[in-house]
C-alpha cells in the first residue's frame, strides 16, 4: 500500500478498496494508530476497536492495517 501525507497530519493509502487513515495518538504516548473506512463508513480503528493497538513506527501500522482488511475481506 503506498501512504501519501495528509495535509494536517498522518498519513493515508488505499489497499482492497478500503481507505486507511495511518496517524499519531497523544493517548499513547504519540504511537501510531490505524482507522480503516470502506464505502465512507468507518469500520475499525486500532485505538478503539478491542485492545487499544498502538505501534511504534507507520510502516508496522501499515501492515497491521492490511492485515486487518485481509481479515475483515475474508469473512465476507
Request: overall charge positive; hydrophobic content about 30%.
Amino acid at each position: 500500500m503506498k501512504l501519501t501525507e495528509k495535509q494536517w497530519s498522518g498519513y493515508k493509502g488505499k489497499y482492497k478498496k478500503h481507505n486507511v487513515e495511518i496517524n499519531l495518538s497523544e493517548r499513547s504516548n504519540y504511537k501510531w494508530k490505524f482507522k480503516l473506512y470502506k464505502d465512507g463508513s468507518h469500520l475499525y480503528d486500532s485505538e478503539w476497536h478491542g485492545n487499544k493497538t498502538f505501534f511504534d513506527t507507520k510502516e508496522e501500522a501499515s501492515e497491521a492495517a492490511k492485515a486487518k482488511i485481509d481479515e475483515l475481506v475474508s469473512v465476507k
